[in-house]
């Protein structure tokens, strides 16, 4: 097989698996955290799950990219940048702040299905931003490349602060509270929602089949989520603000 027939393969993998997640999702809540329960086998403590299943995202993206012979092109260089700001943060620095609670484990299922999932769509954003992707240095004047980059920005910025409200809430008690302030009164996940704006943010700057794929899966694996989030929300706290939606506000 060569190089672009697997990159071909595992692109098409990605599209198709996004489709599959979502109908899966939306009838069955992937088991962890609030929705994590019994019969899925063993489990391992929330931040080492954490640590491995991202993990890929920055050992193997970096691995692939640094293969590519434009890997010190300024672009590529940029779109670098970009991703291990958001993976350095999510693989290191996430699990070591939050505060799971004590009997939470994520199903060894979970884990692998992510690992792999990471794995291969590193190997297809990596090998596109150094390899098969076409970055003169024109780019760098390119509409698609800033405003894709603003919206990036302003879903990185949304999901931190997002998942810092969520944090501060876990400190002042072992359980769940009702998020408030900005964006909760509308919606019950901002996190979600910022998530999903950073990777539709990445699809534009980098103007790939790859960046697609990575934002339509984040879409089929978040909606569903935040749909469950929202519905147990709903059932667990009788005073919980009829007006929020779930990750659009006003929509959805
Ligand atoms: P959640 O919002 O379910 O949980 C985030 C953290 O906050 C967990 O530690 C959770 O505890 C805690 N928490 C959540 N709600 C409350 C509350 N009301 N009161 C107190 N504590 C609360 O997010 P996920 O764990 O699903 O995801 C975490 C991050 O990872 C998010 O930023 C998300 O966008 C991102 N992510 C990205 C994916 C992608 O496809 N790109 C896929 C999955 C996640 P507990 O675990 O005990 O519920």
Same mark, same amino acid.
């Given at each position: 097989?060569?190089?672009?027939?697997?990159y071909?393969?595992?692109?098409?993998?990605?599209?198709?698996?996004?489709a599959?997640?979502?109908v899966?999702?939306?009838?069955?809540t992937?088991? =962890?955290g609030?929705?994590?329960?019994?019969?899925?086998?063993?489990?391992?403590?929330v931040?080492?799950?954490?640590?491995?299943?991202?993990s890929?995202?920055?050992?193997?993206?970096a691995?692939?990219?640094?293969?590519g012979?434009?890997?010190?092109d300024?672009?590529?260089?940029?779109l670098?940048?970009l991703?291990?700001?958001?993976?350095?943060?999510?693989?290191?620095?996430y699990?070591?702040?939050?505060?799971?609670?004590?009997?939470?484990?994520?199903?060894?299922?979970v884990?692998?299905m992510?690992?792999?999932f &990471?794995?291969?769509n590193?190997?297809?954003?990596?090998?596109?931003?150094?390899?098969?992707?076409? =970055?003169?240095?024109?780019?760098?004047a390119?509409w698609?490349?800033?405003?894709?980059i603003?919206?990036f920005?302003a879903? =990185?910025?949304?999901?931190?602060?997002?998942?810092?409200?969520?944090?501060?809430?876990?400190?002042?008690?072992?359980?769940?509270?009702?998020?408030?302030g900005?964006?909760y009164?509308?919606i019950?996940?901002?996190n =979600?929602?910022?998530?999903?704006?950073?990777?539709?943010?990445?699809?534009?700057?980098?103007?790939?089949?790859?960046?697609?794929?990575?934002?339509?899966?984040t879409?089929? &694996?978040?909606?569903?989520?935040?749909?469950?989030?929202?519905?147990?929300?709903?059932?667990?706290?009788?005073?919980?603000?009829?007006?929020?939606?779930?990750?659009?506000?006003?929509?959805?």
């Amino acid at each position: 097989m060569t190089g672009q027939t697997l990159y071909d393969a595992v692109l098409l993998a990605i599209f198709c698996s996004a489709a599959v997640v979502l109908v899966a999702l939306l009838l069955l809540t992937a088991p =962890y955290g609030r929705h994590g329960r019994q019969g899925w086998g063993p489990g391992l403590p929330v931040r080492t799950a954490w640590m491995i299943f991202e993990s890929p995202a920055v050992l193997a993206f970096a691995w692939f990219y640094w293969q590519g012979p434009q890997r010190l092109d300024p672009v590529p260089l940029l779109l670098l940048a970009l991703w291990l700001l958001h993976y350095l943060q999510r693989a290191v620095l996430y699990p070591l702040s939050i505060r799971p609670r004590r009997s939470s484990k994520v199903p060894l299922a979970v884990v692998l299905m992510s690992v792999v999932f &990471n794995l291969a769509n590193a190997y297809t954003n990596a090998r596109w931003l150094s390899d098969l992707g076409h =970055y003169p240095s024109g780019w760098l004047a390119d509409w698609r490349l800033w405003s894709g980059i603003a919206l990036f920005a302003a879903g =990185y910025a949304t999901n931190r602060w997002a998942d810092s409200v969520l944090r501060k809430l876990r400190s002042e008690s072992t359980g769940y509270k009702i998020p408030r302030g900005l964006l909760y009164e509308r919606i019950s996940c901002p996190n =979600y929602l910022g998530e999903i704006m950073q990777w539709c943010g990445w699809a534009v700057a980098t103007w790939s089949l790859a960046g697609l794929a990575f934002a339509l899966f984040t879409v089929a &694996n978040l909606a569903p989520r935040a749909l469950a989030h929202h519905r147990w929300y709903r059932e667990r706290f009788p005073d919980y603000p009829a007006q929020r939606r779930a990750l659009v506000p006003f929509i959805l």
